[in-house]
Structures are given as structure tokens and as C-alpha cells.
């Protein structure tokens, strides 16, 4: 990547932008392009009042032909700038997120998850002649389907969530109250600014510290901002000036945080993998040792060759620590890591706690 692009915001059109950018040079592309809403008049309130709509130009398009053409040249154009391992997050509604994941598998993009953004908030319907319009859809998608080694920060969405595995349904509120950027007049400075919180979890999801990630609708600079203060690289590109210049104030008054602040947690598949017996060449078991599963009912004999030795009523074991452990429960299979525990001070720890012992000092 040409470092003069990292972390500026480029005025022009954006498909033009994108192919002017190095092949293969960005991590994850975040867009949140035009909806095509194809309002037709106003929208008015009970009381008359108008409701302040997304009614702006770069809105509105002639037909859905030449809405999908502007939709697959900007999808081209991302995926020559991404990485292999790169991967695209596109967020629309009802009325074109369809088009998009048409298109999207049209040109070779590999479909990883829709994600429902569900908003706490939403804009009741006014005219009580259709449900409340209570979500939108993000559509996460690899480069192609070849790609196997995207960034996906599972730990890190499994902790955001309490320990349990995340969902394809978030319930996030709509950008408002300080978040919500207003102009001079005191009216929104743009009608579909999105939520940090929104931009904070898919940069965390799909992305790493010092990734560079590309906005190619770059508006007011949510995703800049959200990615400066994470310790990623963006390159943000907008047609208005006056966006952008919103855009650059707004990212030059974000403070990163620290380094070790905004690293994911690694997974344990990218952990070094640690055979039962260094635990006893390191010194940390002893042949001879007792282990027990946390009830203190099972019991098991640590060997110097590294595997265990038990018995109970169906007769004599001796295996891995997963198989003796699945053996004297009768079950199919068993984590020896944390099934079995020794002594530590006086309270049960897995042997687990040993193996994170022998990592940290690798």
C-alpha cells in the first residue's frame, strides 16, 4: 500500500478512487452505499410534520439497471483493491441489500454471514400502513471462495458477548444524542450516519491492528474514526468536499488507544500446541502424580512416558490424557486439558493452567 493514501480522506468518485489504489493492497472494505430508496414525496408525520428522509442526490438513481451497474462497478473495483484474505462488509435495506448480494456473487465474492442490525431505536412507521422498519442487513463476504485464512477475531466476539458465542442478530441503537454530527444550522450533518458501536464490532470481528481498511462511501467518517481509535489504518473516500472535511476534523480529534488495549484475543487454534509430556520433561508434573477431575471422585497416574494409567470397574486404562479421561466417564470422547486437575495451593486447577505456563514461556 502506497503510504500516502493511509489515513486520509480522497475526494472524488469513489470507483475511480478505488482503481487508482495498489492491487491487493487493503485488509477489509467497510461500504455503506447509496440505498436507491426511491422515496416518492414527502414524508409526513400525524401531525403534518415532515420527517427529515434521506432525499439527497447521490440517492437517487434512474432505474434499478442503472442502480446495479454503479452497484457491480464499485463491488469490482473493491474487490481488485483487497487482499486475497481481505474481506467486504456491505450494509443496505430492503429496498437494495437483495441487488447488492446478487452482485456480490456475480463477481466471485463468497458470502461469510448476513448480519441483522437490529435497532433499539428505530423510526416508527408513520403512516401505519406497514411494520416498523426495525432492521438493516450487513452482508459479510470473502474475496472469493478459495480465501480460508480471513480474519475473523472469534474469541474476541465470543468475550464482547459474555463468554457466549456471538450472533448474526446485534441489537445496536441508531446513531443519536453527542454521536450524531450536526452543521451550523443544527440539523444532522448527514442522514445516515451510523453508530460506532455498529463499525466497532465488524472492525473487531474482521480485522486486526495496523489493517488498513477502505470506506469507499466514507460520509462523515465513522469508520475512520472508529478505526484510528482501534489502532487500524483506513483510507476513506467521499464525492462531497464538505463531508469530508467533516470527516477530517472529526478523525484528527480521536485519540488511538494503547497497542495492547485494542489486540484481539488469540484464538487457541493459532496457539503452539503442547503435547501432554512437556509438561513432565519441563519439570511441572512428576511421574507418579495423582490427577483428579474436579470432583475428586476420578483418579489417574501420571507415567514418564506421558500418557496416564487408571482403573475402575470395567478394568485397566492406560492411554492420552483424553483417552483415559473419556474412559473412566464411559463417554465417547473428553478434554483432557480440563477435565483433569492437580493441586495449586491448596484448590483445584485444571492442567490446563500448566500448558498456559509452558506457552507464556515459549
Known sequence: MNGDNLDRVLVGDCIELMRSLPEASVDMVFADPPYNLQLGGDLLRPDNSKVDAVDDDWDKFEDFSRYDQFTRAWLGAARRALKPEGTLWVIGSYHNIFRIGTALQDLGFWML?????????????????????????????????????????????????????????WLLPLCTGGERLKNEDGKKAHPTQKPESLLFRCLMAASNPGDTILDPFFGTGTTGAVARRLGRHFIGLERDPDYAAIARKRIAEIQPLAGEDVAPKPSKRSEPRIPFGVLIEAGLLQPGTVLSDQSGRLHARVRADGTLSAANALGEHRGSIHQVGAALQGAPACNGWTFWHIDVAGAKRPIDHLRQQVRAGL
Open 113 to 169: 454471514n448476513d448480519v441483522i442490525w437490529r435497532k433499539s431505536n428505530p423510526m416508527p412507521n408513520f403512516r401505519g400502513k406497514r411494520f416498523t422498519n426495525a432492521h438493516e442487513t450487513l452482508i459479510w463476504a470473502a474475496r472469493d471462495k478459495r480465501a480460508k485464512r480471513y480474519t475473523f477475531n472469534y474469541d474476541s466476539m465470543k468475550e464482547l458477548n459474555e463468554g457466549v458465542q456471538m450472533r448474526s442478530d
